[in-house]
């Protein structure tokens, strides 16, 4: 599996490298990224509208085209068409309908506006409404960096459509992370100051994959999943693909930034997820809890998240200790560490059986002052920390620095007199830019975790009686021991071999002062 999805990342650098080229001199990548994702996503729409209603018609013997080209089927259509998909693209409108503009020399750029407008605007007034809105602002179509004259811009996109024609993707595939892959190695393929923080948008696969297998150990199906800090929603798709059945009733998601936002939203659509089945918002999780229904709050049965590392706390305010998901520590997070604070809200949000697996710095294991009450409020008062997982150095890109995965169960299942610790920091695949946790090494995680016994040098239960009198920090050496013994140093050998050497100076320092001697020069003492 894992050697496939390298297989198909690898063939999608190559081909992502030759489209983005294109753009090259125009624009930044930050911002050329935008473009390249947005017309895959377009022509996924367009192939999945197809796919799926030709399928729908099959038993009617008409295709998707032939019956919006009949009155008789017309209005039918489009209603199965918002229903189901969420919205509607006209057969002008379609993809390969463009693309054959393109080889006919008919095709301008405000063909490809107006198609996505109209696909925008027959969600208008609908159930889906809020899945696409703006989903393609960031394709601004109209921007002079595209080129001043629509002749210049409807060249340079019908040199990106053509090539974005020729990516071999398959609209069924919903186990490979198409966009999110595509936008880390479009980061990848020119630094910008996107790239820098990059990272905070997409989990690196195997990262995500370990997540999402401790997030849903024990479990068939999950009655909802949320990511607080979803980014491009690629932790999310992993739950989905680690449960048994493969089944999520609702996806919950909310981004920050606008721009991963509509990616998040892309990500869900082109991974098969109904519109109907995720809801995602855009705003800061910290000051805006937006996870409510009727007044109360959403619980969930499994919750990922990769955020921001000691990024500013915007809930610092002291106005935030009324907030009930920060009130119970008493202490808000630090300023300039936000960690801790998003570790609060998901605690808060935890269902009866609920369940969190959360990518943070190694900071929030040992700092003082108020992260550490918020750990004894975790531990003492809560007793959810169930497993505390120190990872390889290097994993992510934007970052080098070793991260710690931290899992909390609501049931502890008899084990709520301990933590588990393991230091799995050591185990990995050393990679050309970032490091990578082999399959083996995710399997030795997930299967340690399960089995809760000590393993020499990598795995220890520590008993609450430890972390009490460790006063609440949870460095992982001080439970994992992996250094290597000091040889045992043979005393007696070593005097020997010191009055040997001694013999052999004085010996050498006689034989020199016969020489000395007959000089005339001063012996040697």
Same mark, same amino acid.
């Given at each position: #599996?894992?050697?496939?999805?390298?297989?198909?990342?690898?063939?999608?650098?190559?081909q992502?490298?030759?489209?983005?080229?294109?753009?090259?001199?125009?624009?930044?990548?930050?911002?050329?990224?935008?473009?390249?994702?947005?017309?895959?996503?377009?022509?996924?729409?367009?192939?999945?509208?197809?796919?799926?209603?030709?399928?729908?018609?099959?038993?009617?013997? $008409?295709?998707?085209?032939?019956?919006?080209?009949?009155?008789?089927?017309?209005?039918?259509?489009?209603?199965?068409?918002?229903?189901?998909?969420?919205?509607?693209?006209?057969?002008?409108? #379609?993809?390969?309908?463009? %693309?054959?503009?393109?080889?006919?020399?008919?095709?301008?750029?405000?063909?490809?506006?107006?198609?996505?407008?109209?696909?925008?605007?027959?969600? $208008?007034?609908?159930?889906?409404?809020?899945?696409?809105?703006?989903?393609?602002?960031?394709?601004?179509?109209?921007?002079?960096?595209?080129? !001043?004259?629509?002749?210049? @811009?409807?060249? &340079?996109?019908s *040199?990106?459509?053509? *090539?974005?024609?020729?990516?071999?993707?398959?609209?069924?595939?919903?186990?490979?992370?198409?966009?999110?892959?595509?936008?880390?190695?479009?980061?990848?393929?020119?630094?910008?100051?996107?790239?820098?923080?990059?990272?905070?948008?997409?989990?690196?696969?195997?990262?995500?994959?370990?997540?999402?297998? &401790?997030?849903?150990?024990?479990?068939?199906?999950?009655?909802?999943?949320?990511?607080?800090?979803a980014?491009?929603?690629?932790?999310?798709?992993?739950?989905?693909?680690?449960l048994?059945?493969?089944?999520?009733?609702?996806f919950?998601?909310?981004?920050?930034?606008?721009t991963?936002?509509?990616?998040?939203?892309?990500?869900?659509?082109?991974?098969?997820?109904?519109?109907?089945?995720?809801?995602a918002?855009?705003?800061?999780?910290?000051?805006?809890?937006?996870?409510?229904?009727?007044?109360?709050?959403?619980?969930?049965?499994?919750q990922?998240?990769?955020?921001?590392?000691?990024?500013?706390?915007?809930?610092?305010?002291?106005?935030?200790?009324?907030d009930?998901?920060?009130?119970?520590?008493?202490?808000?997070?630090? *300023?300039?560490?936000?960690?801790?604070?998003?570790?609060?809200?998901?605690?808060?949000?935890?269902?009866?059986?609920?369940?969190?697996?959360?990518?943070?710095p190694?900071?929030?294991?040992?700092?003082?002052?108020?992260?550490?009450? %918020?750990? !004894?409020?975790?531990?003492?008062?809560?007793?959810?920390?169930?497993?505390?997982?120190?990872l390889?150095?290097?994993?992510?890109?934007?970052?080098?620095?070793?991260?710690?995965?931290?899992?909390?169960?609501?049931?502890?299942?008899?084990?709520?007199?301990?933590?588990?610790?393991?230091?799995?920091? *050591?185990?990995?695949?050393?990679?050309?830019?970032?490091n990578?946790? @082999?399959?083996?090494?995710?399997?030795? $995680?997930?299967?340690?975790?399960?089995?809760?016994?000590?393993?020499?040098?990598?795995?220890?239960?520590?008993?609450?009686?430890?972390?009490?009198?460790?006063?609440?920090?949870?460095?992982?050496?001080?439970?994992?021991?992996?250094?290597?013994?000091?040889?045992?140093?043979?005393?007696?050998?070593?005097?020997?071999d %010191?009055?040997?050497?001694?013999?052999? %100076?004085?010996?050498?320092?006689?034989?020199?002062?016969?020489?000395?001697?007959?000089?005339?020069?001063?012996? &040697?003492?």
């Open positions: #599996m894992a050697e496939d999805v390298r297989a198909k990342s690898d063939e999608l650098a190559k992502l490298w030759a489209i983005a080229n294109e753009f090259r001199g125009n624009m930044d990548a930050s911002e050329f990224k935008n473009y390249i994702l947005g017309l895959i996503f377009y022509r996924y729409l367009s192939e999945k509208t197809e796919d799926y209603m030709n399928d729908l018609l099959k038993d009617d013997g $008409i295709s998707y085209r032939q019956a919006l080209a009949d009155p008789q089927y017309a209005d039918i259509v489009k209603g199965w068409s918002l229903d189901h998909l969420g919205y509607i693209i006209l057969p002008k409108d #379609m993809w390969s309908s463009l %693309i054959e503009l393109i080889k006919d020399n008919q095709f301008t750029v405000e063909d490809l506006e107006k198609a996505v407008n109209a696909l925008t605007a027959s969600t $208008i007034g609908q159930e889906s409404e809020a899945a696409f809105r703006g989903l393609f602002n960031d394709m601004n179509l109209k921007a002079d960096h595209l080129g !001043r004259e629509v002749s210049e @811009r409807t060249a &340079l996109i *040199k990106v459509m053509q *090539k974005i024609d020729a990516l071999s993707f398959d609209v069924k595939d919903t186990k490979f992370d198409y966009l999110g892959t595509a936008y880390m190695i479009l980061i990848g393929l020119f630094q910008s100051g996107a790239g820098k923080k990059a990272g905070e948008f997409f989990t690196a696969t195997c990262a995500s994959k370990l997540v999402a297998r &401790l997030a849903t150990v024990g479990l068939k199906e999950a009655k909802n999943a949320c990511d607080p800090c980014g491009s929603g690629s932790l999310l798709l992993e739950v989905k693909n680690s048994e059945d493969h089944k999520v009733g609702h919950y998601s909310q981004e920050l930034n606008s991963t936002y509509n990616l998040n939203r892309m990500n869900m659509l082109l991974h098969g997820v109904p519109y109907k089945q995720f809801t918002y855009n705003d800061d999780t910290l000051r805006h809890d937006n996870f409510y229904e009727d007044g109360k709050p959403i619980l969930f049965t499994v990922v998240s990769n955020p921001p590392y000691s990024a500013p706390n915007s809930a610092s305010d002291p106005s935030y200790l009324d009930v998901r920060y009130s119970s520590c008493g202490v808000l997070a630090p *300023k300039t560490k936000a960690d801790l604070a998003f570790v609060e809200h998901m605690v808060y949000h935890m269902d009866e059986d609920g369940r969190i697996a959360v990518l943070l190694h900071g929030v294991l040992f700092r003082g002052a108020a992260e550490e009450k %918020i750990r !004894r409020y975790f531990i003492e008062s809560q007793n959810v920390l169930d497993a505390v997982i120190g390889p150095a290097n994993l992510f890109h934007g970052t080098g620095i070793p991260v710690a995965l931290l899992v909390f169960k609501k049931k502890r299942n008899g084990n709520s007199d301990n933590i588990l610790f393991i230091d799995a920091s *050591k185990e990995f695949e050393k990679g050309k830019e970032q990578i946790l @082999r399959d083996q090494d995710i399997d030795k $995680i997930v299967q340690t975790y399960i089995n809760r016994v000590d393993v020499e040098k990598y795995a220890h239960v520590a008993s609450m009686n430890e972390i009490v009198a460790n006063e609440y920090n949870l460095n992982i050496p001080r439970y994992v021991d992996t250094s290597d013994p000091e040889p045992e140093i043979d005393l007696d050998k070593v005097f020997a %010191i009055n040997k050497t001694n013999e052999e %100076i004085a010996k050498a320092t006689a034989d020199l002062n016969v020489f000395m001697k007959e000089l005339g020069l001063q012996e &040697l003492k």
